[in-house]
């Protein structure tokens, strides 16, 4: 089966996207923000302790950046990968994928053929949009691929081939309809 497709920032932010919410490092960002959270949490308890266990102005301030922190974060998230790609210049490069039983490769802007067995493939996740192919990730959208393939019949392809496969297609990305 052949995927050929540009890029474009919607589809760059989209994958990036899909990648940061299902992809292998979701564990540890959420890690990350559990430890950040309980890191300001202890903060104010040790202030207020000082204070005898009285709230200050500060510690309003400091909750209330956490909260817009937490808020915007996934807006900011989006905003620094459009900008990222915008200062890439991949803007319409042309990806060709080849998929089949020995493995995938790509192509790009025609130029040298690249290829990964099976065996080299660690996980594949499948989300409601495409398939993302680690090592990578290689995005290959759902919208791109052809009208004869089926995307039931290419997942079980997928799940035959490569032992960690993970259904993420009832994943609803936390993203505006702009993108």
């Not at 510690?59 to 808020?71: H, P, S």
């Not at 393939?149 to 960690?164: I, T």
Request: charged share 25%; with cysteine; aromatic share 12%.
């Amino acid at each position: 089966m052949r995927i050929d497709y540009a890029w474009s920032e919607p589809q760059f932010v989209r994958q990036a996207l899909y990648d940061y919410e299902v992809g292998p490092r979701r564990q540890r960002q959420r890690l990350l923000l559990g430890l950040t959270l309980v890191t300001v949490l202890g903060l104010i308890l040790i202030n207020m302790s000082y204070r005898g266990f009285s709230f200050s102005i500060w510690d309003l301030v400091l909750i209330a950046a956490v909260l817009c922190w937490y808020t915007l974060r996934g807006t900011l998230l989006t905003w620094s990968l459009g900008r990222a790609y915008r200062r890439s210049g991949i803007d319409g490069v042309k990806l060709a994928y080849e998929v089949d039983e020995s493995g995938v490769k790509l192509k790009v802007n025609q130029a040298a053929e690249q290829s990964w067995p099976w065996s080299q493939m660690k996980r594949v996740v499948r989300t409601r949009e495409g398939f993302l192919l680690y090592p990578g990730p290689m995005w290959l959208p759902l919208r791109h691929f052809p009208e004869d393939v089926n995307p039931d019949e290419f997942a079980a392809l997928l799940q035959r081939k490569v032992v960690d496969y993970q259904d993420h297609s009832q994943h609803q990305l936390k993203l505006k309809d702009d993108f």
